[in-house]
């Protein structure tokens, strides 16, 4: 077969992701503080980009075409007065009145010069670390100068719950002592509030809290150390058979084992607090539920009139000339893609209430099964774009703050032929197993039984799965003794 070079024609279609398109998608799956950030940075990088202070109304629009219309730039230009600072004006100045005059506070308030008002420094707070609280009482112990070198290696070693994470072995070649020396600190350490700090595993957790008890030799003592296992499991029978003491003694035991910290660290933990800001709100007004997007805190941006075509129309500097186009069309785009948005979450937040309206005003039994199709054939959009609009958005309903993919879950079927949300059974197992008496904990078959007598088909393993996605453990796990 002979090798020949030659044209040919061939028609095709492709997606082209453009880096506008792409920024796009980006702004659909961001939550709105995140959306804020990303607005903040654009408006420091980007001189074309102007923050005004005039509120704009979201409406909903007849179309979802944007055109250069609606985010062009204002054509004219406001009056700037400049003010011009020479040697005489700063000769002329009266800097004592000056000085005088803005001797305020942002609170609008006149303070003299001795009033007695805390410094900076002293408004300043910082949480304790576990670190922090364990290397204060280190050093305020009666120990040498390599006792505190090898605590401090040790203490860096604790994880946040308080359980020390690696080997005695490596502490003694990292400090270059022996592994007994590091021993005999660790075993001070142990010491420490809180108590069971410094604990390698679990079992000794608890054994140093029930040494802190005074509770040496005691059942309690006995059990932590011979049946860990059986007493996870509950099995108080075969405990008391092995140990030869009374079902009784071995319950009492159990409860002031239950009372026991296995996390004695997490009092200190330093973990941030993720806080969740509603992008929609819903009110009703009427009898109709009315869609708010929460613009509060969303920096309103334009074109800044200085860059208009008029303002650079003498400009002669063709690097500077292109730096600006290039800025212009990255601010129009962002706009527009803000305002697209905007407008995209808008449509779904009021087709979801429309779905839902039964949710809204009568609460969660009362959800509907729905599914992203739904939403995406009636405001005629793709399913990846409502995918992504329902990401990391939250909406403030009369029924609480919900995440907008709260409301797509499956349907469950009834006996009437009809669907109930996933949602709304596992709100009805939640509320069957918070009534059931903890002595004699519910089956999952029992539970099945029970929504079967309110016309939910629902299969044994069905409610397994929901329990587990709930965090509910099984019966044999919920029965409570005492």
Known sequence: MAIEMRQQMKLSQQLVMTPQLQQAIKLLQLSRIELQDLVSQELEENPVLDESLEIEEIKEPDTLEMTEKETAPQEELEAFSEVKAGEDTLQDMDWATYLD??????????YDEDDDRPSYENLLTKKTTLFDHLLWQLKLSRVTEQEILVGSEIIGNI????????SLADIAESCSVDESFVESVLTKIQEFDPIGVGARNLQECLLLQVKQLDMEGSVVE???REHLKDLEQRKYKQIAKALGIDFNEVLAAAKIIAGLDPKPGRQFSQEDVHYISADIFVYKVGEEFVVVLNDEGMPNIRINPLYTGEARAGSEN??????????????LWLIKSIHQRQ?????????????????????IAFLKPLVLR?????????ES?????????????PQGLLELKFFFNSGISTVEGDAMASESVKNIIKEIVDGEDPRKPLSDQRIAEILSTQNINIARRTITKYREMLKIGSSSERKRLF
């Open 101 to 110: 005059s803005y001797n305020y506070s942002s609170g609008e308030q006149y």
């Open 159 to 166: 994880d946040e719950e308080g359980y020390l994470r690696s």
């Open 222 to 224: 006995a059990m932590l």
């Open 318 to 331: 063709q690097k500077a000339e292109e730096y600006i186009n290039e800025k212009m069309r990255s601010a």
């Open 343 to 363: 407008r995209t979450i808008y449509r779904v937040s009021k087709s979801i209430v429309k779905f839902q309206r039964n949710f809204f005003e009568r609460g």
């Open 374 to 382: 739904d939403i995406a054939e009636d405001i005629g959009m793709h």
């Open 385 to 397: 774009t409502i995918s992504r609009v329902t990401t990391n958005k939250y909406m403030q309903t």
